[in-house]
């Protein structure tokens, strides 16, 4: 037997309409708020993804030489790729740009519970308007989604990376060497944060005075004792949050972020029913056009870890009903077989889902199979009926039959 790699899944039909469902109800949030759907390649040129982060996540992602000697990789994220089609292909396209986009991500981890080497993304990302309310509506879109999924329990929590950032750099901090730092501070992992701050030569009382910086959270009430460039952006967006009617938002100036290019307004979804992997959706605003050539552009957006956030609904235990097979049909005997598929045809040229006796089953046995595949009715075609003209239906909750006429047969299965 041939196994799945590691950190893979195969989804069964009933997972896929679960997923389906899910997926839908996030694609009509995003255009209710005007986001417009796009797709870039599942595989894209390697510097894509090192030209920020360095050469160093070649280890944390699926990257090879394809045939023609060019370095590719599997997307480890999508917004590298929005920002290169941006820089490619939209730059003229009227701003702000509000692009949304669903699909698989590859990251070489150690796979666990809510932790794949393939998940899915559902993300959104905002190019071209330099504001506060950019950030409040990638942030409104975002808890607007999370609330159409129906999970309950959710922390939403928002802080701002320019406070860090600045921290470090007036520490003496090169800029090319924050990213490092702030990755270790955003896995809290201070014991290996305090070296790298050391020999960047800060003193053991600045390292005092960031780790101090990481633990600040609370309420609104914080908004005030945030001071500079990034206090007053911050309030500016917790208005713009207030009138989009957000009040449920807890400030976290430990919100780093695990990816190099953020700059601004960081912010985060956990669900805690998830335990350590509770991380449902993440974002913020991020420097990327300038490194990929373009211009100087403001951009924010987050991405949905989806995977997780079925995860998390599951184990809220949401109950989900697949949708039903409107109707089975199957033929009492040889010689209305051919019938049965022309009836068939013509009910799913109306509209209706319908399946079909394909084994030639004996009419018990292709009951036993319409029950099986939960269609609402069974549609019973008889010689004695046909001649009539009609055929008789079997509601498969109740057990109820009745003859009705072959013209009205879709209104009948659809009533
Ligand atoms: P990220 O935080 O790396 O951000 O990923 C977003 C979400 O994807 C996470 O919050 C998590 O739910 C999910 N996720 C990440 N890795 C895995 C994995 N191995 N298995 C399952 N789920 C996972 C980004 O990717 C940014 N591109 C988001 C963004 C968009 N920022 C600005 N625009």
């Not at 959706?281 to 050539?293: A, D, I, N, R």
């Not at 609904?313 to 989900?320: C, D, I, N, V, W």
Request: proline share 4%; aromatic share 8%; net charge negative.
């Amino acid at each position: 037997m041939i196994q799945r790699p590691r950190g893979t899944r195969d989804f069964l039909p009933e997972e896929m309409e679960r997923r389906r469902h899910y997926e839908q109800i996030l694609r009509q949030v995003a255009c209710s708020h005007g986001f417009r759907e796009v797709s870039t390649p599942i595989f894209e040129n390697t510097e894509l993804f090192t030209a920020k982060s360095g050469p160093n996540i070649v280890e944390e992602i699926y990257s090879f030489e394809d045939k023609g000697g060019r370095e590719i990789a599997l997307r480890p994220e999508v917004t590298a790729s929005v920002i290169r089609m941006f820089i490619n292909e939209m730059t003229s396209a009227p701003r702000p740009l509000k692009l949304f986009y669903f699909g698989q991500c590859f990251r070489y981890e150690r796979p666990q519970s809510g932790r794949y080497r393939e998940f899915y993304q559902f993300g959104a990302e905002i190019i071209g308007a330099p504001n506060a309310e950019t950030d409040a509506e990638a942030i409104a879109l975002a808890a607007a989604m999370v609330e159409a999924l129906g999970l309950r329990e959710y922390d939403l929590k928002v802080g701002h990376i320019g406070i860090l950032r600045g921290q470090l750099a007036e520490l003496g901090v090169p800029a090319d060497a924050a990213g490092e730092i702030l990755q270790k501070l955003d896995k809290k992992l201070y014991d290996e944060a305090a070296p790298l701050l050391r020999s960047h030569g800060v003193q053991e009382d600045g390292i005092e005075s960031v780790f101090a910086t990481t633990q600040v959270a609370g309420g609104k009430e914080l908004l005030s004792e945030i001071g500079g460039e990034p206090g007053r952006y911050l309030n500016e967006l917790f208005r713009f949050l207030d009138a989009y009617g957000i009040d449920d938002v807890a400030i976290d100036l430990g919100t780093v972020r695990g990816l190099d290019y953020y700059t601004g307004v960081v912010f985060e979804v956990e669900a805690p029913c998830l335990g350590a992997e509770k991380q449902v959706c993440g974002g913020g605003s991020y420097t990327l056009s300038e490194v990929f050539g373009g211009e100087p552009v403001f951009s924010t957006g987050f991405a949905i870890g989806f995977d997780r956030i079925l995860l998390a609904l599951e184990r809220e235990e949401h109950a989900f009903d697949g949708k039903k097979l409107d109707a089975y049909v199957l033929p009492t005997g040889e010689e209305t077989r051919e019938e049965s598929f022309r009836i068939a045809a013509r009910l799913r040229r109306e509209g209706l889902s319908v399946d079909v006796d394909l084994m030639r089953r004996k009419m018990s046995k292709a009951m036993k199979q319409a029950a099986a595949t939960g269609a609402r009715f069974a549609v019973i075609v008889g010689s004695k009926d046909l001649a009539e003209g009609a055929v008789t239906i079997r509601d498969m909750d109740s057990g109820e039959q009745s003859l009705v006429p072959l013209e009205g047969l879709a209104k009948a299965l659809s009533a």
